[in-house]
């Protein structure tokens, strides 16, 4: 079951010092953003932190944040959080 501290834990870990580790977290968000149950609390603790890691000096850092925002736009809860974060600024 997803619940609030899973996707809190886990979007912290995407500020990790180790790359391996931010990697690691966004594909692990990538796995919850098809679930309804996480989408509500992604918005309130995930999207800033994914906005960081698209601009981080790693690039599978930066392809495991692409891979979640690819997931994300394939729900329409997903769609909603992208465009209420505002993070297709940032994607373009």
Same mark, same amino acid.
């Given at each position: ?45 995930? #999207? +800033?932190? /994914? ?6 000096? @790693? ?6 944040? =692409? &891979?979640? #925002? +690819?997931? /994300? ?6 769609? @909603? ?6 993070? =297709? &600024?940032?994607?373009?």
């Amino acid at each position: 079951m997803i619940d609030q501290d899973m996707v809190t834990i886990t979007a912290a870990l995407m500020k990790h010092r180790n790359q391996e580790v931010r990697e690691q977290a966004a594909l692990l968000m990538g796995s919850f953003a098809t679930h309804s149950r996480a989408s509500p609390h992604m918005i309130s603790y995930t #999207f +800033k932190n /994914l906005n960081e890691i698209l601009e981080d000096k @790693e690039q599978s850092v930066r392809n495991a944040a =692409a &891979v979640v #925002f +690819k997931k /994300l736009s394939l729900t329409p809860s997903g769609r @909603e959080c992208i465009r209420d974060s505002n993070s =297709a &600024v940032n994607m373009i």
